[in-house]
């Protein structure tokens, strides 16, 4: 592929032909390369998004339909969508000036700003508006669901190979880790039934969510005026809401402080004011299953298909270096499991 043909073709598709185009490398993401596109008079972010015959999702469609529909139901917490070529996997979109977050900056209007986006996109209205997006990457709807998520998680470390120390750290984690996920469960199961709960049945409608997925502050930017912006939707669609909040208090890359969590909750479940109880109860309820998960996720730099899709977003990746990163990052989230 040609890259400058590509952008050229994409910038004439929004009236920007015969621009000049300087094109520059940003940090890359954990899946994809990503360019600032500057022309005489507009900045652009170009994302050339991963795709390998191992893993076929279709990132940029994903991301692109998810930017649309909230980008048209008036949210502007996000970047505008401007164009793509679904044949090369790459997406032109708008340039936000801002900052990353790190934990010591999250402040209480941060934590509002995050539920609300959430809320604002689980409106009545942005419900009707979008029955035609894709459920989200590991959507789940009912306890067994989840539980069976996990478990396929945990079962792809069976074949992880064993070269060094570290990978031999990393089988003595997964194997603790193993433990704890059977006790876990047994524990949540009793629970599920002794308050009355379906193992199998599935959410309402009115009760899933539009997830941004992937949600947390270090997918967010920002700006000058104090508003955040929020970034990569690639695994976004609808789910559980219990899914989504539990991701958001789970994820390791800018941990938020557990004690914003009902906040949060509250605030970010106000859509559904006829069964917001029922979906209290189960974020609670599920809260450490995705702490489990993200145990997994983390770990995923010593799985080889993973491996291949870190060097495409970073070519100059040291993966030893990685591997022990992410061994202490599992080792973090699995001490603040509880149950």
């Not at 400058?4 to 920007?16: A, E, F, P, R, T």
């Not at 015959?53 to 917490?77: C, M, N, P, Q």
Request: hydrophobic fraction near 40%; include cysteine; glycine fraction near 4%.
């Amino acid at each position: 592929m040609e890259l400058n043909s590509v952008v050229s073709d994409l910038l004439d598709s929004i009236s920007y032909s015969n621009q000049t185009v300087e094109l520059k490398p940003l940090s890359a993401s954990g899946n994809n390369r990503v360019f600032s596109l500057q022309t005489h008079n507009q900045n652009f972010v170009l994302k050339w998004y991963f795709h390998d015959e191992a893993d076929t999702r279709d990132r940029l469609g994903v991301e692109y339909s998810f930017l649309e529909h909230a980008w048209k139901i008036g949210l502007r917490s996000i970047p505008q969508p401007f164009a793509k070529d679904s044949k090369n996997h790459i997406a032109l979109y708008e340039f936000v000036d801002g900052v990353k977050l790190s934990p010591q900056d999250i402040s209480l209007n941060h934590i509002e700003q995050a539920a609300k986006f959430f809320a604002d996109l689980n409106s009545h209205d942005s419900h009707e508006k979008a029955l035609n997006l894709h459920t989200a990457s590991e959507a789940c709807f009912s306890f067994a669901e989840h539980f069976e998520m996990v478990h396929k998680r945990l079962d792809r470390f069976k074949y992880i190979q064993i070269n060094d120390d570290i990978d031999r750290s990393a089988a003595v984690f997964i194997k603790n880790l193993e433990t704890t996920w059977q006790r876990l469960q047994d524990h949540l199961l009793k629970r599920i039934l002794s308050i009355g709960l379906d193992l199998r049945s599935s959410l309402n409608r009115n009760q899933r969510c539009i997830s941004p997925s992937d949600f947390g502050f270090h997918n967010v930017l920002l700006r000058d005026n104090g508003s955040l912006c929020f970034i990569d939707f690639e695994y976004a669609g609808w789910d559980d809401p219990a899914k989504a909040i539990g991701d958001f208090f789970s994820h390791p890359g800018v941990s938020v402080s557990h004690e914003y969590f009902d906040l949060f909750v509250d605030h970010a479940l106000q859509p559904y004011r006829d069964t917001i109880g029922e979906l209290e109860v189960r974020v609670r309820l599920m809260e450490p299953v995705f702490k489990v998960k993200w145990c997994c996720i983390v770990l995923n730099e010593f799985l080889q298909s993973e491996a291949r899709r870190r060097n495409f977003a970073n070519p100059t990746n040291d993966i030893e270096q990685r591997k022990k990163i992410q061994l202490v990052k599992a080792q973090k989230i699995f001490n603040s499991i509880q149950f």
